[in-house]
């Protein structure tokens, strides 16, 4: 079968993504050295279980999330895979130059690839607005765009606003969500036709996209205290995400059935909601003294994610995905 890209999109395509792959090579053999020192190979054990949780999150998590559209299905896997695998490359150098603004050779270990995977899932986020609108070339150019902005914005937050590492991360639910709207808003309007039946839901494809659910809400908690150094606050972060987190999840089911007129629980709801006590949770779960604070700011986040699921235009984007 050939392709179902147009002549004019797949030459593009193809030229400009083993272009850009060429050019990080070369800047990554010019610009680029690994850590050596003995210390960061004893933090390395310690740090790898949450690089590996970060990397599940993002590949199976956000992968298969996307899979809920009937002409999308195992596409939107390849598609947030090679999303994902360009940001990271592209973040770790952004990262490098903006934090010594100098062409002098940056230092990469496992921390900046930690925190480049997880700044490139802000790009698989906002692919959640937009998939079945846009084709691959759009989205290579989306990625390249939002990890430039992402970035220089984290970089800002840093210096003029004394963020630190977790703060400067924790907003790129908000972020992600935002830029991916304005990229619909700028779609052409009315979609057509064919555009319209790839964003039909399918039952198949969503089981999968619960699949993905259920990764994303296992690994939350180690999401949110990746970048957490402190024991103690990392501690408070892993139990006030997972209270914040089952608190939604139950909040997501019960309010669903209850909408429904027979009681039946709507899929779209559930993807939407169960994450968003993750979400609510993200920048201040290092902050909480208790748990039932936690679970109030799930409970609450669950009730305007299946405001949000019902009322408004895009049921693709979740509160956090």
Same mark, same amino acid.
């Not at 899979?67 to 090679?82: D, E, G, I, P, Y």
């Not at 695998?85 to 050779?105: E, I, P």
């Not at 939350?220 to 150094?229: E, G, H, I, R, V």
């Given at each position: 079968? @050939?392709?179902?890209?147009?002549?004019?999109?797949? !030459?593009? %395509?193809t030229l400009w993504a083993f272009m850009l792959e060429v050019t990080l090579i070369l800047i990554f053999f010019f610009f680029t050295s690994y850590e050596t020192s003995v210390k960061e190979q004893k933090k390395l054990m310690r740090t790898y279980r949450d690089f590996q949780d970060v990397i599940i999150m993002a590949v199976l998590g956000l992968g298969f999330l996307n899979?809920?559209?009937?002409?999308?299905?195992?596409?939107?896997?390849?598609?947030?895979?090679?999303v994902?695998?360009? @940001?990271?490359?592209?973040?770790?150098?952004?990262? !490098?130059? %903006?934090?010594?603004?100098?062409?002098?050779?940056?230092v990469l270990n496992l921390s900046s690839i930690q925190i480049s995977t997880m700044s490139a899932t802000s790009v698989l986020i906002s692919v959640g607005v937009i998939l079945?609108?846009?084709?691959?070339?759009?989205?290579?150019?989306m990625t390249l765009i939002e990890v430039t902005a992402f970035s220089a914005t984290r970089m800002v937050g840093k210096e003029v606003f004394n963020m630190d590492n977790h703060i400067s991360m924790m907003y790129i639910h908000v972020f992600a969500a935002c830029f991916g709207l304005t990229v619909a808003c700028c779609l052409p309007k009315p979609l057509p036709n064919e555009a319209e039946d790839k964003q039909q839901t399918a039952t198949s494809p969503s089981l999968f996209a619960m699949l993905g659910t259920l990764f994303l809400w296992m690994f939350?908690?180690?999401?949110?205290?990746?970048?957490?150094?402190i024991p103690d606050e990392k501690k408070k972060a892993l139990f006030n995400t997972y209270y914040a987190l089952a608190v939604s999840m139950v909040t997501a089911i019960s309010v669903s059935a209850l909408a429904h007129p027979q009681g039946k629980i709507n899929m779209t709801h559930i993807h939407n909601a169960v994450l968003a006590g993750g979400v609510a949770v993200g920048a201040p779960c290092y902050l909480i003294p208790s748990p039932w604070l936690a679970m109030v700011l799930g409970l609450l986040a669950g009730l305007i994610s299946i405001w949000g699921a019902m009322y408004l235009q895009f049921p693709h984007l979740a509160v956090g995905y």
């Open positions: 079968m @050939g392709s179902k890209y147009q002549k004019s999109v797949r !030459g593009p %395509l899979t809920s559209l009937r002409r999308h299905c195992w596409s939107s896997v390849a598609f947030s895979l090679f994902l695998a360009l @940001g990271v490359q592209l973040t770790v150098l952004l990262d !490098g130059f %903006l934090n010594q603004l100098s062409l002098r050779k940056m079945g609108r846009v084709n691959l070339l759009q989205l290579l150019l939350w908690p180690s999401f949110n205290s990746a970048l957490l150094d």
